[in-house]
């Protein structure tokens, strides 16, 4: 008879921690809501999809090299990255997604004992990577709908290993201007790795908006992260990159996992590096779809936060989960934000006009029951 009880095997850190169940997918949702059509306005991709040579890319892909396993390193576009934005190759990262880049930073600075300091209300991962991993999140509530640099500060102890800053925030959309980041950066004093989160940062056309990379050259405890998901339309192929000082660098690669990075993401994600013409297309349709959901907040009477990012976040007079799921009968979905310590608000991703008619539609109808 086997002696096994899996309870004895587990660490409290990840029997205390609920793990993360995403939707189901859009096969599924349709029978469940009898609906057609679903709208996907919840997880803040690009309607306009991957820049031209990106597709190009993908259109070409010959089905007999998925039996190739890719680069290991992502030679070719770390160098592609690096040149774009004045690095030394050595200095950038990949990941399968920005997620897993998440996960090589806390490996590589983190041990029991040790926490990380971010904000209660952005985004989740850096919170769920380090409860799994046995790390204390501490969560600093958001001020004016923005990181409390001040709160961040006084979180900070001698076991602060990591502060993750997501500029600009997701879900608020609020952001640091480079003044802002550089103080901190100066608070700081390198007493612990600063991870700036640029999901959205390309979506940013402020001249104030930081240059991270050039702070990073005075301040070598400032980590970079970007991604392929958001402006460069390129969620479902999972890959995201970091740059950070060539010390650091070195130290985050003996735990960054090689060959995560799949051959067709490498390639499309190569071509895209750096599509202008692409960026100002998507920045007009955030613009244009924007603009689009403040005047339906303003003529339904809603509070409406979004400043940096393809995405906005509505207030409403019902409950957030009420509200999803007589979207979804009506085929549009949106995220409630329960899950993100926002009841009561509703993010909005910036779809395709038709998409943001059919939410605008969808949701007039769904207040006036």
């Not at 009880?5 to 096969?27: C, K, N, W």
């Not at 979180?155 to 502060?163: E, L």
Request: net charge neutral; hydrophobic share 50%; proline share 6%.
């Amino acid at each position: 008879m086997s002696g096994f009880t899996i309870g004895r095997l587990v660490p409290p850190h990840v029997r205390a921690f609920e793990a993360y169940v995403p939707s189901p997918p859009d096969d599924v949702l349709l029978r469940r809501f009898g609906v057609a059509h679903l709208h996907r306005l919840n997880n803040n991709e690009n309607p306009l999809g991957p820049p031209a040579a990106a597709q190009a890319v993908l259109a070409r892909f010959r089905p007999a090299d998925a039996a190739l396993y890719p680069q290991g390193d992502g030679w070719h576009l770390r160098r592609a990255i690096a040149g774009r934005f004045g690095l030394d190759a050595g200095q950038v990262i990949l990941g399968n997604g920005a997620n897993e880049v998440i996960g090589f930073v806390i490996k590589a600075f983190c041990e029991t004992g040790d926490n990380i300091v971010t904000a209660d209300r952005t985004f989740a991962v850096y919170e769920w990577l380090a409860s799994f991993s046995g790390i204390e999140p501490r969560l600093v509530p958001l001020r004016d709908q923005g990181f409390d640099d001040a709160g961040l500060l006084r979180a900070i102890d001698a076991r602060t290993r990591v502060v993750f800053l997501c500029n600009p925030n997701n879900p608020t959309g609020s952001w640091w201007d480079h003044a802002r980041l550089e103080r901190f950066l100066d608070a700081v004093d390198g007493r612990a790795i600063v991870v700036a989160d640029e999901a959205y940062a390309e979506f940013a056309e402020h001249p104030d908006f930081p240059d991270s990379f050039a702070l990073m050259a005075r301040y070598p405890n400032l980590v970079v992260f970007r991604t392929f998901s958001k402006m460069w339309g390129m969620a479902g192929l999972r890959i995201g990159w970091m740059a950070a000082a060539p010390e650091v660098a070195a130290t985050v690669r003996k735990t960054s996992i090689s060959y995560s990075v799949n051959l067709l993401a490498l390639e499309a994600a190569r071509a895209a590096v750096w599509d202008a013409d692409h960026l100002e297309a998507t920045r007009a349709h955030v613009r244009q779809a924007r603009a689009g959901l403040a005047e339906l907040a303003a003529r339904l009477g809603l509070e409406m936060l979004g400043g940096i990012g393809n995405f906005g976040m509505l207030r409403l007079p019902i409950a957030d989960t009420v509200a999803h799921r007589r979207l979804m009968a009506r085929g549009v979905m949106a995220r409630a934000m329960t899950s993100f310590r926002y009841p009561g608000w509703l993010r909005v991703s910036f779809g395709t006009a038709p998409a943001m008619a059919a939410f605008a539609e969808a949701l007039e109808a769904v207040l006036a029951e």
